[in-house]
């Protein structure tokens, strides 16, 4: 039967789909832990040494005196292995009514000389809710080297603290040693600790880890293609019953979930807030529940069509399993190309610059049938790089940045190789079975790519410093080798449009998880990035890919919800997104990108006006009830997993900052009155204090003086030293350009606008920024036209220009001959737009950020597609 059932897994057309969402599912799984054993390394072994004196399920027996910042204990240790992962102190914490839970305790580890070599912060509420302090050191230690650990309480600690410690042979630990206790040599006693000591799994034990792996992988697939196989031959005639029973519980346990958090979130007020932060909960609760309960019920009511296929059923299954793979190689890509951008040191630019060629390589690569690259020159070319890779990589010292920096460049090498290499096979076969027929291209084709050409030499030439030229033109180069048909385009679009918006799912992940809105500082959400521009230019791209994917999905359609939910969903919760970055850039560049879009697919659709306002209408309408439901997610979500992220660049004052630790109901936390406030104070020019932020001055010790600059002056430059080439630091002109800077609706940006035109030359610059007399830079262009024309010179800036033309009204051309047959095509044009939008107001010609890596992908398609007038589509 189990021959029978795998045999059925793979040879069922009828349920292929199926088969392999459960093939994928299983796969994804045991990567992720095959991963996470190597070569992450998150699985370790692990050498406990516990104190034998205290019965941790005991708590309340554990007592000692009472511990102050007055106080100090010195802890000398001897470790008995060399690498300490952790360290677990016990104590007893409680946290008075008046004081807050997020004050911390520091715990200290120090070498022999007393230099500290580790340092961390642990919330008193942990530690009450625990019985312990957990430290992480995470460090290698030397043996027979004497160590020493501390906690020390802050002055504004409102804890009440109690360090107990026990007889030493009691303990029953080689680490212990002498405790100084206020300077007295106690060597009986010690202090109460579990030490975690953590070694790298052996070659034998990685290899041990993914046999185990992959066999729990090959039993949970067997098991589930026998069931699947039973449930067809037996249950199939119940499907209809056992589906709608699955729905009627799963609607049960969505009004559960509703009725639950509507008690706990506006009845018993759980969050804090006013009536109208209530008010957004219930609502969002209702649209919340709503938008699950028509996922779970729309298909019962409007099934979706079976659509016939000519592919076999293990065709079909590979071309899922492609799909897969290339739309998680695009998400994960533009998932690092986010952390290009939110990078504070330029050691992440170079990593995360070849993570985005390693899964471009890899999405690339899909665009061949399994038969096509698994070959004898496939697998010659990864053995003699992966032993080329290792022996380079032993170069470098195990653990440090330019081991990392190594093991991804040689990734890059391997993944590029292996697609350099399958294209000229490609076409070697292709020419030797006369497969390609050259087609000489249009003269608008050899216009296109001569402008192209000419504007990559314009870069080389002027490249100076910016290595990025290279990766801005060259991985793209090789799309014009693959081998493209419309259909294979129409693919590549999808997966790459599915690509962003599983991005996006990621990153609101992270967001749930670590990223707070902020009622203070932060009040502009800026999601996993820490400058709201970044931000804004991030999501206008998720919104253009969503807006284009739904519109060329619905065509000229008439009933939206019906036939494109899921596209729905995702516009409105991009909008609420926007909506809570407060950036104007965002704002304009999704309302027009939103506009050009609809007014397109009425064209090229031919939709009746009635039609196209019914669109609008039921979306907007849509996405205003789906705000609250961002807004609510926002605010409940992280509050209650409590685990904040804050960056380096980002305020660090805890009285305005939320903390691990901080209650669900902190005003710390923004609210409905305050985001409105802030939302329409950026477009006002006086000054104004609320009165919610009027009472709560003197207790802020005066920070809202400088919350009323953060917030209504709208500058997207606050908390940021805003250089200028000028070099001028007279008191009084910063007096003036600050009061010139609130008059002025662009932020300053006329301003630099103006100083980089004057600045134009036909040579370009080394620089990207602008440097003054004294050696001072300026902020950057804030404008990818002039930045493009400052960098490489102005004739570069011309053919920019003209390239962004071009590109507009090919991809018009595109959507209106093709788009009745490629719906998917809108989204070229969208990108486009977004592409041309964003890089009004911001910088965005790179290859590593979202918007400008999306104009860069959208070229080849656009100079490889041969669009006659008034003809169809021929490559």
Request: with cysteine.
């Amino acid at each position: 039967m189990i021959r029978d059932a795998l045999c059925h897994a793979v040879g069922d057309i009828e349920h292929i789909k199926r088969n392999a969402v459960v093939q994928i599912l299983i796969v994804t799984i045991a990567f992720i832990m095959l991963m996470r054993v190597f070569p992450q390394g998150a699985v370790q072994n692990h050498k406990i040494s516990r104190q034998k004196a205290y019965n941790t399920s005991a708590r309340e027996t554990l007592q000692g005196d009472p511990f102050t910042m007055n106080d100090k204990k010195l802890q000398m240790v001897y470790f008995s292995q060399e690498h300490l992962y952790s360290v677990r102190l016990y104590m007893v914490c409680s946290v008075p009514e008046k004081s807050s839970r997020s004050d911390f305790v520091l715990f200290r580890l120090y070498d022999e000389n007393f230099s500290c070599i580790y340092e961390e912060q642990r919330c008193c509420g942990d530690i009450e809710d625990d019985g312990y302090l957990t430290a992480t050191p995470d460090v290698d230690v030397e043996l027979d080297r004497a160590y020493y650990y501390e906690m020390l309480v802050p002055e504004d600690c409102g804890g009440v603290f109690e360090l107990p410690v026990a007889d030493r042979g009691a303990l029953g630990q080689t680490e212990n040693s002498t405790l100084y206790i206020d300077g007295i040599t106690n060597d009986n006693v010690a202090l109460i600790a579990d030490f975690d000591y953590a070694k790298a799994l052996t070659a034998f034990g990685v290899l041990l880890y993914y046999a185990m792996i992959l066999a729990a992988a090959t039993i949970v697939y067997i098991a589930a293609a026998v069931v699947l196989y039973l449930y067809d031959i037996y249950l199939t005639q119940y499907q209809q019953t056992i589906i709608r029973s699955a729905r009627i519980a799963a609607s049960a346990a969505v009004g559960g979930a509703a009725l639950f958090l509507l008690v706990f979130s506006v009845v018993l007020n759980r969050f804090g807030g006013g009536v109208a932060d209530r008010m957004f909960f219930a609502v969002a609760i209702a649209v919340g529940a709503a938008w699950l309960l028509l996922a779970i019920w729309l298909r019962d009511r409007y099934p979706m069509p079976q659509r016939g296929t000519r592919l076999t059923a293990g065709r079909k299954l590979s071309l899922i399993w492609r799909n897969y793979i290339q739309t998680v190689s695009f998400g994960l890509l533009f998932y690092a190309l986010c952390q290009y951008v939110n990078a504070d040191r330029e050691y992440y630019h170079y990593t995360n610059t070849r993570w985005m060629l390693i899964f471009l390589a890899a999405a690339f690569l899909m665009m061949y049938s399994e038969r096509q690259f698994l070959n004898i020159l496939s697998a010659l070319w990864l053995i003699v790089s992966v032993i080329g890779s290792v022996l380079y990589c032993r170069g470098f010292e195990q653990g440090t940045n330019e081991r990392e920096l190594a093991v991804l460049t040689c990734a890059v090498v391997v993944s590029w190789g292996l697609l350099i290499l399958n294209i000229m096979r490609a076409w070697y076969q292709g020419l030797r079975q006369r497969q390609y027929r050259f087609q000489r291209p249009a003269t608008f084709q050899l216009v296109y790519g001569c402008l192209w050409i000419v504007f990559s030499a314009l870069m080389y030439f002027y490249q100076f410093e910016k290595i990025w030229v290279y990766t801005a033109t060259l991985p793209f180069v090789t799309m014009f080798f693959l081998r493209f048909t419309p259909a294979s385009k129409s693919r590549l679009l999808k997966n790459f449009t599915n690509g962003i918006l599983l991005s996006f799912g990621l990153v609101a992940l992270f967001c749930f998880v670590h990223r707070p809105h902020h009622y203070w500082m932060l009040y502009r959400y800026g999601g996993i990035f820490h400058t709201v521009a970044c931000t804004g230019m991030y999501l206008a791209v998720v919104f253009g890919a969503a807006a284009g994917k739904l519109f060329g999905t619905l065509k000229a359609r008439e009933q939206m919800i019906v036939c494109c939910p899921f596209e729905c969903f995702l516009v409105c919760v991009t909008a609420g997104y926007i909506f809570l970055t407060m950036s104007r850039t965002a704002y304009l560049s999704a309302f027009v990108t939103a506009a050009l879009v609809v007014a397109l697919a009425a064209f090229a659709f031919h939709k009746p006006a009635s039609n196209v306002w019914k669109e609008i209408g039921i979306l907007s309408l849509m996405a205003l009830l789906s705000f609250p439901l961002v807004f609510s997610a926002v605010r409940m979500i992280p509050a209650v997993i409590n685990e904040p992220i804050r960056y380096d660049l980002e305020h660090q004052d805890r009285g305005f900052m939320v903390y691990r630790g901080d209650p669900i109901d902190s005003d710390k936390y923004m609210t409905v009155p305050r985001f409105f406030s802030t939302l329409f104070g950026r477009f006002q020019k006086e000054e104004v204090i609320t009165d919610e932020e009027d009472g709560e001055e003197e207790a802020r010790g005066g920070a809202v003086v400088q919350e009323q600059y953060l917030v209504y002056t709208g500058a997207d430059f606050a908390g940021m030293d805003v250089r200028t080439a000028k070099g001028d630091d007279s008191g009084d002109d910063e007096e003036d350009n600050e009061e010139e800077a609130q008059d002025d609706i662009s932020n300053g940006r006329f301003n630099i606008f103006m100083d980089y035109v004057k600045a134009l030359s036909f040579s370009g610059h080394e620089k990207m920024a602008l440097v003054n007399e004294d050696g001072k830079e300026h902020v950057h262009a804030h404008n990818s036209y002039l930045q493009v024309a400052y960098n490489f010179g102005m004739i570069a800036g011309v053919v920019f220009l003209v390239i962004c033309a071009i590109s507009l009204w090919r991809s018009i051309r595109l959507v209106m001959t093709q788009g009745e047959t490629f719906g998917i095509y809108i989204v070229v044009f969208a990108l486009i737009i977004v592409f041309g939008l964003i890089s009004v107001t911001e910088w965005a010609f790179h290859p590593c950020i979202p918007a400008g890596f999306c104009f860069l992908l959208m070229q080849p398609l656009l100079i490889g597609t041969r669009i006659p007038s008034g003809a169809k589509e021929e490559l």
